[in-house]
């Protein structure tokens, strides 16, 4: 799937679906009412196939171009909550993907920088952004691997594509009194780690679950 015909549209059928989903995020024990209200208004089926659009609101994954994976509302809502975003923070987030999860972020948060290794990915989840008006967000073709060191430090660094290892260059690049949440884990399977920096620089780390997301992988794929 290289090319993606997707729906521009939204009406109250996608409404009704989308508090059902949210209904079914709270029974599954989300309770942030931000995160849940952003879902609640930001219509997913625009970053998806449009063969899949009557089931945007499913707590489901579904492909997107270059073999990946949007990742299911849970876990987008999951990741989100696990960040405590106020409003004021500056987030790195690796594995743009669909776009989804970036624009719910960049909704909760002052600005949103965001790095995809696919140049299709790059390039069609920019085109989301503008359509959605959602002018707090940058958005770098690159190995997310390297972060961003010339904007760092980030407050937040949510990475959306399971490591095998957390990577010492994103660490570095999280502010004192900041917090990172990215999936752990190998092929027997993959955890939450939710990390957090104190003033001085120390590490503590919690696991919040397990989990699944498309590999980590480096280096980019696609124009120079
Ligand atoms: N946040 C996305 C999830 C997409 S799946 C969404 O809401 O749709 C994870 C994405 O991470 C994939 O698009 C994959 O290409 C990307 N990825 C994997 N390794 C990467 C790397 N080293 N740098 C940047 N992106 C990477």
């Not at 010339?150 to 994103?170: E, Y």
């Not at 917090?179 to 003033?199: A, F, R, Y």
Request: charged share 25%.
């Amino acid at each position: 799937m290289t090319q993606m015909q997707r729906s521009k549209r939204d009406n109250y059928k996608y409404k009704g679906l989308r508090l059902r989903m949210i209904k079914e995020l709270m029974s599954k024990g989300i309770t942030d009412v931000k995160v849940l209200q952003v879902m609640l208004d930001l219509p997913r089926h625009f970053f998806i196939e449009i063969g899949f659009e009557e089931w945007a609101y499913r707590d489901q994954a579904f492909p997107i171009p270059s073999d990946q994976t949007i990742s299911r509302p849970y876990t987008v809502a999951l990741q989100t909550s696990l960040l405590k975003l106020t409003g004021q923070e500056t987030v790195l987030e690796i594995g743009t993907g669909s776009g989804y999860q970036c624009a719910v972020l960049s909704r909760l948060c002052n600005r949103v920088y965001t790095i995809e290794r696919h140049d299709t990915l790059f390039k069609l989840s920019n085109t989301i952004f503008q359509e959605l008006s959602l002018f707090n967000i940058r958005n770098y073709h690159g190995d997310g691997y390297r972060g961003l060191p010339l904007k760092a430090p980030f407050d937040r660094i949510i990475v959306t594509a399971g490591a095998d290892k957390i990577p010492h260059t994103l660490v570095e690049q999280l502010a004192p009194g900041g917090t990172m949440v990215i999936p752990v884990g190998d092929t027997h399977g993959q955890e939450m780690q939710v990390l957090d920096k104190d003033q001085d620089g120390n590490l503590t780390q919690r696991t919040a679950g397990k989990c699944e997301f498309v590999p980590f992988l480096q280096g980019k794929v696609g124009a120079i």
